[in-house]
């Protein structure tokens, strides 16, 4: 089904839907960070009967294995009956979220409130993370290599913390500012205590926190050098509509989509190709470094996977990524009624009409885009037809009004066929980000309609 609203689809399994949904809730409510959603993603591959790649000897049809970089990307694959030089059936999303960092020296007083200073990760609207409880995890790693994990704002009794915003009595001068200057990126500093040391005179306050963290966690000022913080919205996600047809959250750009291919990969049983979910870090800052996807790592693991089912030369990894499918399981913009202006109607992604084929994204004149071949859209639309899947196609907006990429591009440089394909989500890169839950089971039944099929 093409450009349809499915709600009526689903009168009759509505359950299945709301179990998704709440799985998916539990998921992202506890996946705050690329690490805890690696973390969750380990969990139910073990659940699944997953092995560690790394403790496999040998690889033959049906065995089920995971793979994890540097504890911020995780690829899960079921191996087919075809050798892997005839390709793979690839579902490749992103697990980082736009946040907030701390930076490398956070901890300051002024007035006796102790702050810590942070650089914005990712595109955000600066003024939409003011005024909203926030929570800090992350890790700390002391010189010694012990691993400190930090999770603070989510538990029933946690404090929270955040930005403060100033008084509408005393905004008429920074009202005046335009959007994008009312919140600067320096501006972004977490208040976190206010409570001097007693007998202190200088930094009272910072050191009374100081001593909180040495006490608590074993932390001294120093460590922060070596300590990954991220400041992300406080609390779960929930239900949201009277009707309860979304699910409100913060990251669902891209972990809605990693969690469907993920579970996708891991409920479909073996096929004729072998089937992959890889999760990765660094998209929404480029794609770049070691845990990005222009990283060699997910290269490596195929070669490693090659030698462990037969002789392993150069040429035979080459062909095992260049005969792969794959799509980028990435969101896409829904179109919002509040705002039409931005979008051009008939090809826009709307919540509640199933996963959304985007076979270009860019910017100004397509630049950037990875622009999928129409003969593998078209092997996907014969896919989508014959497992009654609901979906659509839109772009990123009007022509010349933004844009924005993915990691498609990045997996098509191997030659391999690639095109992205994902949920719509209104109030995208904000703390809270709204799809429907429609949208979220739908895709998930796309991603095992295309494992099974391609
Ligand atoms: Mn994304
Ligand atoms: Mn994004």
């Known amino acids: 089904m093409y450009q349809e609203y499915i709600w009526k689809k689903y009168k009759t399994q509505e359950k299945q839907v709301n179990t998704f949904a709440e799985n998916y809730k539990e998921f992202i409510s506890k996946g705050k960070t690329e690490r805890l959603c690696v973390e969750e993603g380990i969990k139910l591959c073990k659940e699944a009967g997953f092995k560690e790649l790394k403790d496999v000897k040998e690889l033959k049809p049906g065995d089920k294995v995971y793979a994890v970089n540097h504890n911020k990307n995780l690829a899960a694959f079921v191996i087919g009956d075809k050798p892997l030089t005839e390709g793979l059936s690839i579902l490749g999303a992103h697990i980082d979220s736009p946040r907030m960092d701390l930076k490398q ?137 009277l009707d309860r047809s979304m699910i409100a959250g913060y990251g669902h750009d891209d972990r809605v989509c990693a969690y469907t291919s993920l579970r996708a990969v891991l409920d479909t049983p073996k096929c004729t190709k072998t089937t992959c979910a890889v999760l990765v870090d660094k998209e929404e800052v480029g794609s770049i470094g070691a845990t990005g996807a222009s990283s060699m790592w997910f290269e490596n693991v195929i070669a490693e996977m090659i030698s462990l089912t037969e002789a392993y030369t150069d040429l035979k990894l080459r062909k095992a990524l260049a005969n792969s499918y794959m799509l980028s399981s990435d969101v896409s913009a829904g179109l919002d009624p509040l705002y039409p202006s931005v979008m051009e109607r008939k090809n826009s992604a709307f919540l509640g009409k199933g996963i959304c084929f985007n076979k270009y994204t860019g910017s100004r004149g397509k630049s950037g885009c990875n622009d999928a071949q129409p003969e593998f859209i078209a092997k996907l639309r014969n896919i989508m037809d014959k497992e009654e899947i609901c979906y659509q196609t839109s772009e990123l907006g009007r022509v010349d009004q933004g844009g924005g990429g993915t990691i498609a591009y990045i997996l098509a440089n191997y030659n391999m066929n690639v095109i992205d394909a994902g949920v719509p989500v209104l109030s995208m890169h904000s703390p809270m980000e709204i799809v429907s839950k429609v949208d979220v089971y739908e895709a998930y039944l796309a991603y095992k309609a295309f494992l099974k099929n391609m």
């Open 105 to 241: 020296n956070p901890l300051y007083e002024n007035e006796t409130f102790t702050y810590l200073d942070t650089h914005y990760y990712g595109g955000i609207i600066k003024y939409q993370w003011v005024s909203i409880p926030l929570a800090l995890y992350g890790v700390v790693v002391k010189k010694d290599g012990t691993s400190i994990s930090i999770a603070i704002g989510d538990a029933p009794n946690d404090p929270v913390v955040g930005i403060t915003d100033l008084l509408i009595h005393l905004s008429g001068e920074k009202l005046q500012k335009t959007a994008s200057k009312v919140i600067e990126g320096e501006g972004l500093d977490i208040l976190i205590g206010s409570i001097p040391l007693e007998d202190e005179d200088k930094e009272p306050s910072k050191k009374a926190i100081l001593k909180l963290l040495k006490d608590k966690y074993n932390i001294e000022e120093e460590d922060f050098v070596s300590a990954e913080i991220e400041v992300v919205p406080a609390g779960l996600a929930r239900d949201f509509g």
